[in-house]
DNA sequence: TATTGTTGCCAACAAGCGTTGACCAACAGG
DNA sequence: CCTGTTGGTCAACGCTTGTTGGCAACAATA
Protein backbone atom coordinates (compact mmCIF):
# COMPACT_ATOMS: atom_id res chain seq x y z
CA UNK A 1 0.00 0.00 0.00
CA UNK A 2 1.45 3.43 -1.09
CA UNK A 3 -0.13 6.98 -0.23
CA UNK A 4 -1.79 7.82 -3.70
CA UNK A 5 -1.70 11.62 -2.90
CA UNK A 6 1.95 11.72 -3.06
CA UNK A 7 3.24 11.66 -6.57
CA UNK A 8 5.21 8.05 -7.04
CA UNK A 9 6.52 6.20 -9.72
CA UNK A 10 3.11 4.95 -12.08
CA UNK A 11 2.37 1.39 -10.86
CA UNK A 12 1.67 -1.16 -13.36
CA UNK A 13 -1.73 -1.56 -11.47
CA UNK A 14 -3.01 1.70 -12.56
CA UNK A 15 -4.85 0.43 -15.46
CA UNK A 16 -6.42 -2.39 -13.41
CA UNK A 17 -7.51 -0.02 -10.88
CA UNK A 18 -8.93 1.99 -13.63
CA UNK A 19 -10.58 -0.65 -15.10
CA UNK A 20 -12.29 -1.46 -11.53
CA UNK A 21 -13.61 1.60 -10.83
CA UNK A 22 -15.01 1.98 -14.46
CA UNK A 23 -16.88 -1.07 -14.53
CA UNK A 24 -18.25 -0.18 -10.59
CA UNK A 25 -19.45 3.25 -12.00
CA UNK A 26 -21.43 1.68 -14.49
CA UNK A 27 -22.67 -1.17 -13.01
CA UNK A 28 -23.91 0.91 -9.91
CA UNK A 29 -25.39 3.35 -12.30
CA UNK A 30 -26.99 0.59 -13.89
CA UNK A 31 -28.14 -1.73 -10.69
CA UNK A 32 -27.78 0.41 -7.24
CA UNK A 33 -25.45 -0.63 -4.70
CA UNK A 34 -27.36 -4.68 -3.35
CA UNK A 35 -27.74 -5.86 -6.90
CA UNK A 36 -24.04 -4.61 -8.70
CA UNK A 37 -22.20 -7.47 -7.43
CA UNK A 38 -18.57 -7.49 -7.01
CA UNK A 39 -18.37 -10.79 -9.06
CA UNK A 40 -20.10 -9.01 -12.00
CA UNK A 41 -17.86 -5.60 -11.68
CA UNK A 42 -14.92 -7.73 -11.90
CA UNK A 43 -16.23 -9.47 -15.07
CA UNK A 44 -16.85 -6.64 -16.82
CA UNK A 45 -13.04 -5.05 -15.80
CA UNK A 46 -11.96 -8.72 -17.22
CA UNK A 47 -10.09 -9.46 -13.52
CA UNK A 48 -10.70 -11.42 -10.44
CA UNK A 49 -12.83 -10.86 -7.88
CA UNK A 50 -10.24 -10.83 -5.48
CA UNK A 51 -8.92 -7.66 -6.61
CA UNK A 52 -11.48 -5.65 -6.14
CA UNK A 53 -11.17 -6.38 -2.25
CA UNK A 54 -7.21 -6.41 -2.55
CA UNK A 55 -7.33 -2.60 -3.90
CA UNK A 56 -10.45 -1.44 -2.13
CA UNK A 57 -10.78 -3.39 0.84
CA UNK A 58 -14.30 -3.55 0.75
CA UNK A 59 -17.75 -3.45 -0.91
CA UNK A 60 -18.13 -0.08 0.39
CA UNK A 61 -14.51 0.95 -0.23
CA UNK A 62 -14.86 -0.02 -3.77
CA UNK A 63 -18.49 2.85 -3.60
CA UNK A 64 -16.82 5.15 -1.35
CA UNK A 65 -14.25 5.18 -4.09
CA UNK A 66 -16.32 5.02 -7.50
CA UNK A 67 -18.81 7.61 -5.62
CA UNK A 68 -16.15 10.72 -5.29
CA UNK A 69 -17.63 13.44 -6.95
CA UNK A 70 -17.38 16.96 -8.08
CA UNK A 71 -20.86 18.37 -9.75
CA UNK A 72 -17.40 21.38 -10.77
CA UNK A 73 -20.23 24.63 -10.35
CA UNK A 74 -19.39 28.06 -10.93
CA UNK A 75 -17.20 29.53 -7.61
CA UNK A 76 -18.91 32.84 -6.05
CA UNK A 77 -16.82 34.89 -8.34
CA UNK A 78 -17.84 33.42 -11.52
CA UNK A 79 -21.91 33.68 -10.62
CA UNK A 80 -21.63 37.45 -9.96
CA UNK A 81 -20.07 37.90 -13.34
CA UNK A 82 -23.20 36.51 -15.01
CA UNK A 83 -26.52 38.86 -14.66
CA UNK A 84 -28.13 37.89 -11.69
CA UNK A 85 -31.61 36.77 -13.84
CA UNK A 86 -29.32 34.29 -15.22
CA UNK A 87 -28.18 31.78 -12.56
CA UNK A 88 -31.29 29.56 -12.80
CA UNK A 89 -30.96 29.26 -16.51
CA UNK A 90 -27.55 28.47 -16.48
CA UNK A 91 -27.42 26.31 -13.45
CA UNK A 92 -30.16 24.24 -14.98
CA UNK A 93 -27.96 23.77 -18.01
CA UNK A 94 -24.80 22.61 -15.70
CA UNK A 95 -26.55 20.41 -14.33
CA UNK A 96 -28.30 18.78 -16.96
CA UNK A 97 -24.67 18.29 -18.68
CA UNK A 98 -23.00 17.27 -15.90
CA UNK A 99 -25.80 14.03 -15.75
CA UNK A 100 -25.49 13.29 -19.05
CA UNK A 101 -21.76 12.78 -18.94
CA UNK A 102 -21.10 11.22 -15.76
CA UNK A 103 -22.77 8.22 -14.88
CA UNK A 104 -21.63 8.18 -11.54
CA UNK A 105 -24.47 10.77 -10.51
CA UNK A 106 -26.89 8.44 -12.17
CA UNK A 107 -25.34 5.61 -9.64
CA UNK A 108 -25.32 7.68 -6.16
CA UNK A 109 -28.81 8.61 -6.74
CA UNK A 110 -29.71 5.33 -7.09
CA UNK A 111 -27.87 3.94 -4.45
CA UNK A 112 -29.00 6.94 -2.11
CA UNK A 113 -32.25 5.94 -2.57
CA UNK A 114 -31.78 2.33 -0.71
CA UNK A 115 -28.10 3.09 1.25
CA UNK A 116 -27.46 5.11 4.14
CA UNK A 117 -23.76 5.98 3.26
CA UNK A 118 -25.05 6.99 -0.09
CA UNK A 119 -28.08 8.77 1.44
CA UNK A 120 -25.16 10.40 4.03
CA UNK A 121 -22.89 11.61 0.43
CA UNK A 122 -25.54 13.10 -1.24
CA UNK A 123 -26.19 15.05 1.85
CA UNK A 124 -22.38 15.98 1.77
CA UNK A 125 -22.73 17.20 -1.67
CA UNK A 126 -25.73 19.43 -1.19
CA UNK A 127 -23.97 20.98 1.67
CA UNK A 128 -20.59 21.61 0.58
CA UNK A 129 -21.48 22.54 -3.01
CA UNK A 130 -25.11 23.46 -3.79
CA UNK A 131 -24.84 25.68 -0.44
CA UNK A 132 -22.30 27.81 -1.87
CA UNK A 133 -24.19 28.70 -5.19
CA UNK A 134 -27.30 29.14 -2.95
CA UNK A 135 -24.97 31.80 -0.03
CA UNK A 136 -23.44 33.81 -2.97
CA UNK A 137 -26.27 34.27 -5.26
CA UNK A 138 -29.64 34.36 -2.20
CA UNK A 139 -30.70 37.83 -0.61
CA UNK A 140 -30.33 36.73 2.90
CA UNK A 141 -27.43 34.12 3.25
CA UNK A 142 -29.54 33.37 6.66
CA UNK A 143 -31.47 31.71 4.18
CA UNK A 144 -29.11 30.04 1.73
CA UNK A 145 -29.43 26.50 3.21
CA UNK A 146 -33.09 26.13 2.77
CA UNK A 147 -32.87 27.53 -0.83
CA UNK A 148 -30.29 24.95 -1.40
CA UNK A 149 -32.29 22.35 -0.80
CA UNK A 150 -35.24 23.53 -2.66
CA UNK A 151 -33.03 23.66 -5.72
CA UNK A 152 -31.93 19.88 -5.13
CA UNK A 153 -35.46 19.14 -4.76
CA UNK A 154 -36.07 19.83 -8.37
CA UNK A 155 -32.88 19.23 -10.06
CA UNK A 156 -32.61 15.91 -8.25
CA UNK A 157 -36.39 14.64 -9.18
CA UNK A 158 -35.74 15.64 -12.90
CA UNK A 159 -32.56 13.48 -12.84
CA UNK A 160 -34.90 10.79 -10.77
CA UNK A 161 -37.49 11.48 -13.45
CA UNK A 162 -35.07 11.42 -16.35
CA UNK A 163 -32.25 9.24 -15.82
CA UNK A 164 -33.63 7.15 -13.28
CA UNK A 165 -37.03 5.85 -13.17
CA UNK A 166 -36.70 6.78 -17.02
CA UNK A 167 -40.44 8.21 -17.47
CA UNK A 168 -40.54 8.42 -21.31
CA UNK A 169 -42.32 11.47 -20.87
CA UNK A 170 -39.27 12.99 -19.20
CA UNK A 171 -36.75 11.33 -21.20
CA UNK A 172 -37.87 12.86 -24.53
CA UNK A 173 -38.60 16.37 -23.32
CA UNK A 174 -36.03 17.97 -25.23
CA UNK A 175 -33.03 19.09 -23.38
CA UNK A 176 -34.21 22.92 -24.31
CA UNK A 177 -36.93 22.44 -22.97
CA UNK A 178 -36.40 21.07 -19.75
CA UNK A 179 -33.98 23.84 -19.49
CA UNK A 180 -36.74 26.70 -20.06
CA UNK A 181 -39.37 25.30 -18.15
CA UNK A 182 -37.17 24.10 -15.11
CA UNK A 183 -34.58 27.46 -14.97
CA UNK A 184 -37.54 30.03 -13.70
CA UNK A 185 -38.28 27.46 -10.92
CA UNK A 186 -34.06 27.30 -9.54
CA UNK A 187 -34.23 31.21 -10.24
CA UNK A 188 -37.38 31.97 -8.44
CA UNK A 189 -35.84 29.44 -5.13
CA UNK A 190 -32.47 31.23 -5.19
CA UNK A 191 -33.60 34.87 -5.27
CA UNK A 192 -37.22 35.64 -4.58
CA UNK A 193 -38.03 37.02 -1.85
CA UNK A 194 -39.45 34.66 1.03
CA UNK A 195 -43.38 33.67 -0.37
CA UNK B 1 -56.11 -20.01 -4.01
CA UNK B 2 -59.51 -17.95 -4.61
CA UNK B 3 -60.75 -15.17 -6.33
CA UNK B 4 -60.15 -12.23 -3.87
CA UNK B 5 -62.46 -10.43 -5.56
CA UNK B 6 -65.96 -11.51 -5.05
CA UNK B 7 -66.64 -11.37 -2.23
CA UNK B 8 -66.47 -14.77 -0.33
CA UNK B 9 -66.50 -16.01 3.01
CA UNK B 10 -64.06 -14.64 5.20
CA UNK B 11 -61.15 -16.79 5.68
CA UNK B 12 -59.34 -17.11 9.05
CA UNK B 13 -55.95 -16.52 7.10
CA UNK B 14 -56.80 -12.92 6.46
CA UNK B 15 -55.66 -11.32 9.10
CA UNK B 16 -52.03 -13.17 8.69
CA UNK B 17 -52.21 -11.75 4.82
CA UNK B 18 -53.12 -8.13 6.33
CA UNK B 19 -50.12 -8.57 9.02
CA UNK B 20 -47.68 -9.80 5.89
CA UNK B 21 -48.74 -7.26 3.71
CA UNK B 22 -48.32 -4.19 6.72
CA UNK B 23 -44.92 -5.31 7.40
CA UNK B 24 -44.10 -5.62 4.10
CA UNK B 25 -44.97 -2.19 3.13
CA UNK B 26 -42.73 -1.12 6.26
CA UNK B 27 -39.70 -3.11 5.53
CA UNK B 28 -39.78 -1.58 1.66
CA UNK B 29 -40.45 1.58 2.74
CA UNK B 30 -37.44 1.67 5.36
CA UNK B 31 -35.11 -0.40 3.55
CA UNK B 32 -36.05 -0.62 -0.50
CA UNK B 33 -37.15 -3.90 -2.67
CA UNK B 34 -33.08 -5.86 -1.79
CA UNK B 35 -32.57 -5.57 1.41
CA UNK B 36 -36.17 -6.00 2.47
CA UNK B 37 -35.82 -9.62 3.02
CA UNK B 38 -38.59 -12.08 3.43
CA UNK B 39 -37.06 -13.75 5.90
CA UNK B 40 -37.06 -10.04 7.85
CA UNK B 41 -40.97 -9.56 6.54
CA UNK B 42 -42.56 -12.67 8.21
CA UNK B 43 -40.28 -11.98 11.73
CA UNK B 44 -42.20 -8.66 11.75
CA UNK B 45 -45.58 -10.29 10.71
CA UNK B 46 -44.69 -13.00 13.36
CA UNK B 47 -45.06 -15.45 10.87
CA UNK B 48 -43.10 -18.32 9.41
CA UNK B 49 -41.39 -17.10 5.66
CA UNK B 50 -42.95 -20.31 3.97
CA UNK B 51 -46.60 -18.58 4.84
CA UNK B 52 -45.45 -15.44 2.24
CA UNK B 53 -44.68 -17.51 -0.64
CA UNK B 54 -48.14 -19.62 0.06
CA UNK B 55 -50.21 -16.10 0.41
CA UNK B 56 -48.08 -14.18 -1.95
CA UNK B 57 -46.70 -16.73 -4.91
CA UNK B 58 -43.24 -14.92 -4.92
CA UNK B 59 -41.07 -11.62 -3.40
CA UNK B 60 -42.28 -9.73 -6.58
CA UNK B 61 -45.62 -11.04 -6.27
CA UNK B 62 -45.83 -9.40 -2.71
CA UNK B 63 -44.18 -6.65 -3.80
CA UNK B 64 -46.94 -5.83 -6.46
CA UNK B 65 -49.18 -6.49 -3.96
CA UNK B 66 -47.54 -4.29 -0.85
CA UNK B 67 -47.39 -1.34 -4.16
CA UNK B 68 -50.57 -1.40 -4.56
CA UNK B 69 -51.71 2.66 -5.22
CA UNK B 70 -53.85 5.08 -5.00
CA UNK B 71 -52.94 8.96 -4.93
CA UNK B 72 -56.83 9.57 -4.51
CA UNK B 73 -56.09 12.94 -6.61
CA UNK B 74 -59.38 15.26 -7.01
CA UNK B 75 -61.41 14.74 -10.17
CA UNK B 76 -62.06 16.58 -12.93
CA UNK B 77 -65.01 18.15 -11.40
CA UNK B 78 -63.72 18.78 -8.14
CA UNK B 79 -60.61 20.61 -9.92
CA UNK B 80 -62.92 22.97 -11.33
CA UNK B 81 -64.95 23.83 -8.97
CA UNK B 82 -61.93 25.63 -7.03
CA UNK B 83 -60.49 28.43 -8.00
CA UNK B 84 -57.60 28.06 -11.29
CA UNK B 85 -55.07 29.89 -9.31
CA UNK B 86 -55.27 27.60 -6.16
CA UNK B 87 -54.83 23.94 -8.21
CA UNK B 88 -51.08 24.06 -7.63
CA UNK B 89 -51.11 24.92 -3.62
CA UNK B 90 -54.16 22.41 -3.14
CA UNK B 91 -52.29 19.55 -5.07
CA UNK B 92 -48.83 20.33 -3.03
CA UNK B 93 -50.72 20.51 -0.01
CA UNK B 94 -52.42 16.69 -0.58
CA UNK B 95 -49.33 15.18 -1.87
CA UNK B 96 -47.27 16.09 1.18
CA UNK B 97 -50.26 14.60 3.42
CA UNK B 98 -50.41 11.51 1.18
CA UNK B 99 -46.77 11.26 1.91
CA UNK B 100 -46.69 11.74 5.52
CA UNK B 101 -49.58 9.05 5.62
CA UNK B 102 -48.45 6.55 3.57
CA UNK B 103 -45.33 4.64 3.93
CA UNK B 104 -46.61 2.74 1.09
CA UNK B 105 -45.34 6.12 -1.18
CA UNK B 106 -41.83 6.31 0.02
CA UNK B 107 -41.41 1.95 -0.45
CA UNK B 108 -42.54 2.55 -4.05
CA UNK B 109 -40.12 5.45 -4.04
CA UNK B 110 -37.27 3.49 -2.74
CA UNK B 111 -38.03 0.81 -5.11
CA UNK B 112 -38.47 2.79 -7.98
CA UNK B 113 -35.19 3.91 -7.77
CA UNK B 114 -33.55 0.37 -8.13
CA UNK B 115 -36.13 -2.01 -9.33
CA UNK B 116 -37.37 -2.17 -12.72
CA UNK B 117 -40.65 -3.49 -12.06
CA UNK B 118 -40.92 -0.16 -8.98
CA UNK B 119 -39.99 2.27 -11.73
CA UNK B 120 -42.34 0.71 -14.49
CA UNK B 121 -45.03 0.76 -11.41
CA UNK B 122 -44.39 4.43 -10.90
CA UNK B 123 -44.52 5.39 -14.50
CA UNK B 124 -48.00 4.36 -14.55
CA UNK B 125 -49.32 5.87 -11.85
CA UNK B 126 -47.59 9.06 -13.37
CA UNK B 127 -49.56 8.19 -16.48
CA UNK B 128 -52.79 7.20 -15.00
CA UNK B 129 -53.56 9.45 -11.90
CA UNK B 130 -51.82 12.75 -12.18
CA UNK B 131 -52.04 12.70 -16.45
CA UNK B 132 -55.67 13.25 -15.74
CA UNK B 133 -55.03 16.00 -13.48
CA UNK B 134 -52.83 17.99 -15.52
CA UNK B 135 -55.42 17.19 -18.52
CA UNK B 136 -58.26 18.75 -16.70
CA UNK B 137 -56.67 22.32 -15.80
CA UNK B 138 -54.18 22.97 -18.24
CA UNK B 139 -54.77 24.75 -21.10
CA UNK B 140 -53.96 22.54 -24.23
CA UNK B 141 -54.59 19.39 -23.59
CA UNK B 142 -52.34 17.74 -25.89
CA UNK B 143 -49.11 19.61 -23.83
CA UNK B 144 -50.63 17.43 -20.63
CA UNK B 145 -48.48 14.38 -20.51
CA UNK B 146 -45.27 16.92 -20.26
CA UNK B 147 -46.87 18.81 -18.08
CA UNK B 148 -47.89 15.80 -15.43
CA UNK B 149 -44.16 14.51 -16.05
CA UNK B 150 -42.82 18.26 -14.55
CA UNK B 151 -45.20 18.26 -11.74
CA UNK B 152 -43.65 14.84 -10.81
CA UNK B 153 -40.73 15.82 -10.84
CA UNK B 154 -40.73 18.35 -8.70
CA UNK B 155 -43.03 16.58 -6.32
CA UNK B 156 -41.00 13.53 -6.46
CA UNK B 157 -37.63 15.39 -5.79
CA UNK B 158 -39.21 16.79 -3.03
CA UNK B 159 -40.72 13.58 -1.43
CA UNK B 160 -36.76 12.06 -2.35
CA UNK B 161 -35.06 14.87 -0.23
CA UNK B 162 -37.75 15.04 2.56
CA UNK B 163 -39.03 11.05 2.65
CA UNK B 164 -36.24 8.82 1.21
CA UNK B 165 -32.65 10.69 1.84
CA UNK B 166 -33.78 12.86 4.53
CA UNK B 167 -32.05 15.30 4.09
CA UNK B 168 -31.91 17.41 7.25
CA UNK B 169 -32.94 20.71 5.66
CA UNK B 170 -35.78 19.38 3.67
CA UNK B 171 -36.50 17.42 6.87
CA UNK B 172 -36.76 20.15 9.28
CA UNK B 173 -38.46 22.41 6.65
CA UNK B 174 -42.35 23.20 8.16
CA UNK B 175 -45.25 21.91 5.93
CA UNK B 176 -46.85 24.83 5.36
CA UNK B 177 -43.17 26.40 4.04
CA UNK B 178 -42.35 23.77 1.68
CA UNK B 179 -46.13 24.39 0.56
CA UNK B 180 -45.80 28.27 0.11
CA UNK B 181 -42.37 27.33 -2.04
CA UNK B 182 -43.41 24.28 -4.51
CA UNK B 183 -47.36 25.46 -4.68
CA UNK B 184 -46.35 28.49 -7.35
CA UNK B 185 -43.69 25.79 -9.47
CA UNK B 186 -46.64 23.56 -9.52
CA UNK B 187 -49.26 25.98 -10.81
CA UNK B 188 -46.69 26.95 -13.53
CA UNK B 189 -46.15 23.70 -15.10
CA UNK B 190 -49.74 23.00 -14.76
CA UNK B 191 -51.38 26.28 -16.08
CA UNK B 192 -48.51 28.65 -17.17
CA UNK B 193 -48.20 29.18 -21.41
CA UNK B 194 -45.36 27.37 -22.95
CA UNK B 195 -42.31 29.24 -22.19
C1' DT C 1 -67.44 -39.73 13.55
C1' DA C 2 -64.84 -39.82 9.37
C1' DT C 3 -63.14 -36.99 5.74
C1' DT C 4 -61.37 -33.17 3.62
C1' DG C 5 -59.47 -28.79 3.18
C1' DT C 6 -57.06 -24.92 5.58
C1' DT C 7 -53.31 -22.81 8.44
C1' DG C 8 -49.09 -22.97 10.12
C1' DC C 9 -44.16 -24.56 11.37
C1' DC C 10 -39.90 -26.89 10.39
C1' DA C 11 -35.99 -28.30 7.94
C1' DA C 12 -33.77 -28.22 4.02
C1' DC C 13 -32.37 -27.02 -0.71
C1' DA C 14 -29.58 -24.63 -4.41
C1' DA C 15 -27.72 -20.48 -5.57
C1' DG C 16 -25.47 -16.36 -4.87
C1' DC C 17 -23.08 -13.20 -1.95
C1' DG C 18 -18.67 -10.78 0.18
C1' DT C 19 -14.48 -12.14 1.62
C1' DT C 20 -10.03 -14.83 2.53
C1' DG C 21 -5.66 -17.10 1.99
C1' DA C 22 -2.69 -20.17 -0.54
C1' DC C 23 -0.33 -20.19 -4.56
C1' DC C 24 1.96 -18.90 -9.09
C1' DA C 25 4.22 -15.66 -12.77
C1' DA C 26 6.53 -11.74 -13.83
C1' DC C 27 9.40 -8.26 -12.69
C1' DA C 28 13.28 -5.28 -10.04
C1' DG C 29 17.45 -4.49 -7.60
C1' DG C 30 21.64 -6.19 -5.81
C1' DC D 1 21.84 -15.37 -10.51
C1' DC D 2 19.33 -15.12 -6.66
C1' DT D 3 15.64 -12.64 -3.76
C1' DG D 4 11.97 -9.97 -2.44
C1' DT D 5 8.05 -7.47 -4.13
C1' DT D 6 4.17 -6.81 -7.04
C1' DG D 7 0.08 -8.32 -10.05
C1' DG D 8 -2.89 -11.78 -10.55
C1' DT D 9 -5.62 -16.44 -10.39
C1' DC D 10 -7.95 -20.20 -7.97
C1' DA D 11 -10.57 -22.56 -4.81
C1' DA D 12 -12.84 -22.31 -0.99
C1' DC D 13 -15.02 -20.42 3.39
C1' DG D 14 -19.24 -18.95 5.96
C1' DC D 15 -23.36 -16.80 5.41
C1' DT D 16 -27.76 -15.18 3.63
C1' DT D 17 -31.06 -15.38 0.20
C1' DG D 18 -35.61 -17.00 -2.14
C1' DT D 19 -37.97 -21.00 -2.40
C1' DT D 20 -39.87 -25.89 -1.61
C1' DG D 21 -42.07 -30.03 0.38
C1' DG D 22 -43.39 -32.63 4.26
C1' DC D 23 -45.93 -32.84 8.41
C1' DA D 24 -48.85 -31.66 12.42
C1' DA D 25 -52.84 -29.28 14.23
C1' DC D 26 -57.13 -27.41 13.53
C1' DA D 27 -61.85 -26.40 11.29
C1' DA D 28 -65.57 -27.58 8.52
C1' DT D 29 -68.50 -30.48 6.29
C1' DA D 30 -70.93 -34.68 5.55
Redo the contacts with the bound molecule.
Keep these: M?DSETRSKP??????RAAILAAARERFAADGY???????IAKDA?????????YY????G?FAAAAEIDLNLPGPMELRMQPADHVGRSLVAHFLDRWERDEVLTALLRVGATNPAGAERMQRILKDQIGPVAAAVCPDPAEAPRRAALVASQVLGMALARFVLRFPLAVEMPREEVIDWLAPTIQRYLTAPNP
Excluded: C, W, Y
Excluded at 46 to 54: E, G, N
Design positions: QRRSDATERATIRAAIDPSMVMRGSKEL
